[in-house]
């Protein structure tokens, strides 16, 4: 110490910062993560608290809606003290990607952990949701929803309800559709779905399944978890709800039912960027993979890793769509083009 002392006379402070840091003494600086987190569910406390157990780094975390992040991070440009940002849905990451915000991470535990497809060079995907369909069983036939293709059938005429156009979950399936099937094939598909709308876009998936149990909608298309979530729930209302639909795999003999994903990267600006990579690491954890996929309802990244979700249970195994998630992005402005001139808002 006394050697430091009489150091600080001659060192820059940078350098004297690092001494510090090296030493371990009075000067280090704790390690912490700065993570921007567009997720707030209940069971990433644990999560977070586990992590600083297991590595002594501390958590800092920010949290908003997930657009609001991102601008948040592109307005403190290289002053960004963000290290890590942790959102939902491909196409808003794939933004983060368009916009030069993520550095790219080159990590062998990552790679072996995490499905090629469910990964890009520099953002990973942490947990699975499914687009499904879901039906009045009072009004529709589940044979006459076994595909996406069948939501633009005429015999569904004015019973199809969907959120908007723009949102992005339907951006990421439109995606898929598109390179799938090519932009003539999914423009005709869009005017279909618009041509049998029960009525104007609106609300977020819940309000849709909602609409599905109370007659106003024949068939509507929604994420897993919101299914999931009422089917835990323990509402009267929503108990009924559930009593009411039906819920279909889409595509099973096709490319299989389209999956969405939460995942998040390392920015380029991150001040800790060992941090931000042992984070990702964890994230990919068997621990931290029931946390992160549980606690949103959702099926973990890594193929290896259980959870025990009785209404993923009794939803049952179904075939996804493979597609990497990488290349939703790469269809993402030409989806909402073709939901545009289709009219579905
Ligand atoms: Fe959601």
Known sequence: MK?????????????????????????????????????????????YANF????????????????????????EGANSPADVLLTVDAARLANAHELGLFAPVRSTVLESRIPAHLRTEDWFAFSTRARVIVYAKSAVNAEEVRNYADLADPRLKGKVCSRSGSHP????????????????????????????????????????????AAGECGVAISNTYYVARLMRSGKPEDKKVVERIGVVWPDQQGAGTHINVS??????????????????????????QVYFADGNNEWPAVPTVKIANPALEALGKFKADTLPVGSLAMHRAKAQIIFDRAGFR
């Open 169 to 212: 979950y339907n951006l990421s399936l439109m995606a898929s559709i598109i390179a799938h099937q090519g932009e003539a094939k999914a423009e005709a598909w869009a005017k279909g779905v618009v041509a049998n709308f029960a009525r104007a876009p609106k609300g977020g998936d819940t309000d849709q399944i909602k609409a599905v």
């Open 3 to 47: 050697l430091s002392r009489r150091l600080t006379r001659y060192l820059p402070f940078s350098a004297l910062a690092l001494a510090a840091a090296l030493s371990g003494g009075a000067f280090a600086q704790e390690p912490v993560l700065n993570l921007y987190s567009a997720r707030h569910y209940q069971t990433d406390e644990a999560l």
């Open 263 to 288: 995942g998040a990267g390392m920015l380029k600006n991150a001040p800790n960027k060992a941090a931000a990579v042992k984070f990702l690491e964890y994230l990919a954890s068997d621990e931290a």
């Open 52 to 75: 600083t157990k297991q590595t002594g780094i501390r958590i800092n975390r920010i949290e908003g809606k997930e657009e609001e992040l991102l601008e948040r991070i592109r307005n």
